[in-house]
């Protein structure tokens, strides 16, 4: 049964005004005012990317079982959607996330060879954060910008058909 044949009327033992700050909880009824009541689980991933940019960029289970809280999902619902998603982090991340795309449009384009220069140039593996803590490299599986390929998401930038000289200079700009 996916999450989406769940029954909504899930127990959570948490009352929702109690869950989050009032900035928060406003961002997320706004969200969820996009949708039909039975349709709640649609704003699972606008409500993930707010609390995670609130907790520094990252998501803790504790923060995972409030928005399912929140939404009135099961909690498994909402870790399969923070689990899948590259935009997700489940541990603390650098202040800079570099996301390199490994979709067959940016791979056929020269993500691989994008993703093999910054292991060897900054000596960091995907998923690992520079030993100077500059920044988290990920590789991720689509990023939504095919046409420009290869795709770099840098924060919340996209940059297209980077070269490793064109790569290196945004990461050498990371402060």
Partial sequence: MSFRDAPLAVIHDRDRATLFNAEIRAAIDAHLAKYPSEWKQSAVMPALTIVQDDNGGWLTRELMDDVAAYLDLPEVAVYEVASFYGMYDLKPTAKHKVCICNSISCMLNGSED??????HKYQV???ETTADGRFTF?????????????????????????SAASLDTLIEGLE
């Avoid at 994008?114 to 292991?119: G, P, W």
């Avoid at 990920?138 to 390929?149: F, I």
Wanted: include cysteine; charged fraction near 30%; proline fraction near 6%.
């Fill in 138 to 162: 990920k590789e991720v599986e689509c990023l939504g910008a095919c046409r420009d390929a290869p795709v770099v998401l840098i924060g919340k930038t996209f940059h297209e058909k980077l």
């Fill in 125 to 127: 593996k995907p998923g």
């Fill in 114 to 119: 994008l993703i093999h220069h910054v292991e």
